[in-house]
């Protein structure tokens, strides 16, 4: 069992939907929380970063963490044909920041 | 300001021979790191260090050596290339403080390995 889960899509969605991706993790010791979002053939970039439980909001993203439940979420609002791209959840334990990643979800938003 | 360099862009290999990939940034971060990514795998830690002088195995380490040259630059070598480690490689930097915590991607190497 991979200690990061995510559901690899394909995610089709017209625009201007809600859209909402998740991951799910089995060590408990992960504290620290990311989204990256990666275009076609390029490198990773930093969507949302959480440290411990709660929400955050940034613009139309909002990040949530379930440490209870082993579980982070990341919702899009008013999606674009421009979000269409693979994310990426990561996670780390401690301070050396070595990030396991999840597989990676698809999207793709629909003019 | 380039960021994340990596060179080079693309290359194949035969199996059994050598290269040595390279990473370079100008950000004066500390910690350097490097993944691989392959379809429906996510991206997997090779090695990372820390700071200048040190280097650590992440995930998936075998077959893989990592100079960090100073604290620019952080190589990736492949002493005898095998089908296996055909992928995309990516060198990432680290940076952190109070109310951040990114780590910093270049653009990729897609190397095959025939």
């Known amino acids: 069992q991979k200690e990061v889960e995510q559901d690899p899509g394909p995610l089709s969605v017209p625009e201007g939907a809600i859209v909402s991706l998740n991951c799910t993790y089995s060590n408990s010791a992960f504290q620290y929380f990311m989204w990256y979002r990666q275009y076609s053939r390029k490198g990773p970039e930093l969507l949302m970063y959480?440290?411990?439980?709660g929400n955050k909001e940034d613009g139309r993203f909002t990040a949530q963490v379930d440490k209870s439940s082993k579980y982070i979420s990341l919702f899009i609002r008013d999606s674009q044909p421009s979000d269409s791209a693979t994310y990426l959840c990561a996670m780390s334990a401690d301070s050396s920041y070595k990030l396991i990643f999840g597989s990676g979800t698809r999207l793709l938003v629909r003019p | 300001n380039a960021g994340v360099t990596q060179t080079p862009k693309f290359q194949v290999l035969k199996t059994g021979q050598s290269m040595t990939l390279q990473c370079a940034q100008d950000m004066n971060h500390n910690s350097m790191y490097w993944y691989r990514q392959d379809p429906g795998m996510g991206l997997r830690l090779i090695y990372y260090?820390?700071?200048?002088?040190?280097?650590d195995k992440g995930e998936v380490p075998n077959g893989y050596n990592v100079s960090r040259l100073n604290k620019r630059e952080f190589s990736l070598r492949l002493e005898s290339a095998a089908p296996s480690q055909t992928s995309v490689y990516f060198c990432a930097t680290h940076r952190y403080a109070s109310s951040y915590n990114e780590q910093f991607f270049g653009p990729g190497t897609r190397l095959t390995v025939l």
């Open positions: 260090s820390a700071s200048e002088g040190t280097t």
């Open positions: 959480t440290y411990s439980s």
